[in-house]
């Protein structure tokens, strides 16, 4: 049975701090690894992640994939309140594309 | 706004009716999934199709639920005799199936079941 496990699970951090969320998994047949960001409302795509080692960057957040760890990062430097939200790691199956969601990182940013 | 519409937004119904969920995906798009959300969990897969073809069904999560995509082009989720334990957030995503796994996602139907 595939395997998601984020965390920490939830996080309070100070607008300016830098988080690391974490995302360990088993999955048969891995193919990619895709990161979304859902506040109240559905999920909006961040990152997808399909070599070891390449990090993928959109302004203040960055990622990257260990295949060999079966593990992945997702970085916020200078965190901002709308940054509050939570964060879903989901690895996917090679030829369905079915991704298989963790339970999320809830972050939330005090001013 | 990704694009992805579904409809209705919520959904209050009493237990033993049916529902039935609507979905519009981003009109290139062939790949179509549903999921269902509750409080504290990701969304956990149900079906997807491809086109009109439902390539996984073994995930619903019973003979009450199902799914159809006539003319590949919108979807629609039901289930039949509802019960208590079926109030979550029903997701639907579309992608293209040429070697891309994002997803984007509607805004869900919120059902509650009394």
């Known amino acids: 049975e595939d395997k998601v496990v984020q965390s920490p699970l939830s996080l309070v951090v100070h607008e300016g701090d830098t988080v690391t969320l974490n995302c360990s998994y088993e999955?048969?047949?891995?193919?990619?690894l895709l990161w979304y960001k859902q506040e109240k409302k559905a999920p909006t795509f961040l990152f997808m992640l399909?070599?070891?080692?390449i990090e993928k960057k959109s302004g203040r957040l960055s990622s990257i994939l260990d295949k060999k760890e079966l593990s992945s990062i997702l970085n916020i430097t200078a965190t901002q309140t709308g940054d509050s939200a939570i964060y879903l790691c989901?690895?996917?199956?090679?030829?369905?594309?079915?991704?298989?969601f963790g339970r999320g990182t809830s972050l939330i940013v005090h001013p | 706004d990704t694009g992805v519409s579904q409809d209705p937004r919520h959904k209050i119904t009493k237990r033993g009716q049916n529902v039935t969920f609507r979905c519009d995906p981003i009109?290139?798009?062939?790949?179509l999934y549903w999921y269902r959300q509750t409080l504290g969990q990701g969304p956990e897969f149900l079906t997807y199709?491809?086109?009109?073809?439902?390539?996984?069904k073994s995930r619903l999560l019973s003979d009450r639920f199902s799914a159809e995509r006539p003319k590949g082009s919108f979807s629609t989720l039901e289930i039949q005799r509802t019960e208590q334990g079926d109030s979550a957030m029903y997701l639907c995503?579309?992608?293209?199936?040429?070697?891309?796994?994002?997803?984007?996602f509607g805004p869900g139907t919120r059902l509650t079941v009394l």
């Open positions: 989901a690895p996917s199956h090679g030829g369905s594309y079915i991704p298989t």
């Open positions: 399909t070599s070891s080692g």
């Open positions: 999955v048969t047949n891995f193919r990619s």
């Open positions: 199709f491809q086109n009109e073809a439902q390539l996984e």
């Open positions: 009109s290139e798009h062939n790949r």
């Open positions: 995503a579309s992608s293209l199936s040429s070697g891309t796994d994002t997803q984007y």
